[in-house]
């Protein structure tokens, strides 16, 4: 059963345009949602992460917007540059330092 | 966040053998964590390492397979024994301190097994 659902697999976008992938959870009890992104090599680093108890959160390019009702929230990258050609994950975790739980991951390609 | 020293960060073992992967933080942490990454895949935890004790494997995880040790609050080894081909994967190590801000991954072991 996978708990931390990703879409989409696979996304290109044009430089200077939005990048958008999903996650959708099943866990109410999960509060701490953080998305990592990852290159070729090299292990996941920690973009950006958010709580229940907030809506949205931005930090530069990127934005975290959470929908706790619909158990969704969603990264948007905005001006997406060909260096965030990356994999990005989002994961979620319990209370109290529980490991994380991935999802499958986007693969995103931005063009020129 | 705290910075983690991994090693070796790739290896091609012979089938049969094993390795032991060394996962070395520069601070106190509260929780260690051991994760697979198979090729263009997603991570899957392999176990928590507890400090002191036995670690707590996952679902299709066993001790036999993957022995665990974490004789501190700094430092943790996964061994991948008895290895096949399929073991071939990306192994990472992750930590977490109460109060921190949030998981950090080391950058990972790469292994081949032929």
């Known amino acids: 059963q996978q708990q931390v659902k990703q879409s989409p697999q696979s996304l290109i976008v044009q430089k200077g345009g939005i990048s958008i992938i999903n996650c959708a959870y099943e866990n109410t009890a999960f509060d701490y949602f953080p998305w990592y992104q990852q290159f070729p090599g090299k292990g996941p680093a920690l973009l950006i992460a958010?709580?229940?108890?907030?809506s949205e959160k931005k930090e530069g390019r990127f934005t975290i917007s959470f929908n706790k009702s619909a158990k969704q929230f969603s990264l948007h990258i905005m001006d997406s540059q060909p260096g965030d050609s990356a994999t990005y994950f989002c994961?979620?975790?319990?209370?109290?330092?529980?490991?994380?739980?991935f999802g499958k991951g986007t693969r995103l390609s931005v063009i020129a | 966040s705290a910075v983690i020293s991994q090693k070796p960060s790739r290896d091609i073992c012979q089938r049969g053998t094993s390795l032991t992967i060394q996962c070395q933080v520069d601070?106190?942490?509260?929780?260690m964590f051991w994760y697979r990454q198979q090729p263009g895949q997603s991570l899957t935890l392999i176990a928590t390492?507890?400090?002191?004790?036995?670690?707590?494997?996952e679902s299709g995880f066993v001790i036999d397979k993957f022995p665990i040790s974490r004789p501190n609050l700094t430092f943790s080894t996964l061994t991948v024994s008895n290895m096949s081909p399929e073991d071939s994967s990306i192994y990472l190590c992750?930590?977490?301190?109460?109060?921190?801000?949030?998981?950090?991954f080391g950058s990972g072991t790469r292994l081949t097994v032929v």
């Open positions: 390492a507890n400090q002191g004790s036995e670690a707590t494997y």
């Open positions: 601070s106190q942490v509260t929780m």
């Open positions: 994961a979620a975790s319990l209370k109290g330092n529980t490991p994380l739980v």
């Open positions: 992750s930590v977490t301190r109460t109060g921190g801000v949030g998981y950090t």
């Open positions: 958010i709580r229940p108890d907030v």
